[in-house]
């Protein structure tokens, strides 16, 4: 058991360091801000984008997040 909490800990941690207007959301332009740092691969970093944002609204959620490293 803890060992999902520890999991869910860190993917908490990981999307609130990704979130850095702190409004709940991952927009693109935050995820690029993050991802630009190691890859200069915008466009691989847009489809990364899509694939998690899986309502297709411009902005991924916690719970889209959390599904995406479940899968």
Do not use: C
């Amino acid at each position: 058991m803890s060992s999902t909490k520890n999991i869910f800990d860190d993917l908490r941690s990981e999307f609130d360091r990704l979130d850095e207007d702190r409004d709940g959301y991952i927009t693109l332009k935050e995820f690029q801000a993050f991802h630009l740092k190691t890859t200069n691969d915008a466009s691989a970093i847009a489809k990364a984008f899509a694939a998690i944002d899986s309502d297709k609204d411009g902005l991924v959620t916690f719970e889209e997040f959390q599904r995406a490293y479940k899968d």
